[in-house]
């Protein structure tokens, strides 16, 4: 869900239309590129978290990971996404999973999140650091952390040099940062975190568990959205990125980044 092609440093308003948004990412599991594993994975590298750690989940969507880090933590977690309806699934969701005690959905935006300074040991943002920019997030978002406390965020980045024009020009549209890791690890050592790990998403992380389920997804979805001019410019926008990544899949993928706040 590429949908940040225009507020880079302003107010982080949307251009995009809530209600159409959600109706598509209800019904599928994912709202980015991941898996289960790899939120289990980029957690092994976070120090050690008991009932007295506290986790914000920022741009949380439906609360996949969420369900993720409670499952695989003893952890309180504050989720927060900027649409409320995301919210009001992530609450379903727990809700079904009996996971709710120790889990807070709000709606806020990661630009000007209600958060203390040194309120959290981890932060978490899966997918969704590029409405923010990464620079830019890593940066603003410091002053929450403890000292010593940790950053885990996924970020689209190029896999190998002189990617073709057409995947270039696509990606520099869609999200302008787009760069690769070394350079990512570099802004994070500039902003004061001391790099832990990084590692790239497989390429099922995108085909069987992002694009594959929205497929059969697409002609419900127009037909209940009354085939509306931003319905069709959405599956339009969707369908284009898919087969962007088809052709160009070896040229980039999300990279899960860890850093440590020092
Ligand atoms: C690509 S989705 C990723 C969702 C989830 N983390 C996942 O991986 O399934 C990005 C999420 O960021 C949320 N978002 C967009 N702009 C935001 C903002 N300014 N503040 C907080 N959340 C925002 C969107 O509503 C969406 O749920």
Redesign the pocket.
Known sequence: ?ETNKSNKNEC?T?VIDFNL?TDFFKRID???P?AVEMTIKALEFVGPMDENTKIAD?????G??TQTLRENTKSSIMA????PQ?IEKLKERIWENSLGKRIEGIV????NLPFRDEEFDLIWA???IY??GFERGINEWKRFLKPGGYLAVSEVTWLRGNPPKAIKEYWTNAYPEIDFTSVKIKQMEKAGYEPVATFVLPQYCWMENYYKPMLPVFDKFLEQQSSSDSARGFVEEMKEEISYYEKYKDYYSYTFFIGRKY
């Open positions: 869900m982080l949307p948004i994912r709202q980015g991941g920022i741009g949380c969507g439906t996949g990971q927060v996404d900027l649409i995301m806020a935006s990661m630009d899966e997918g969704s409405h923010i």
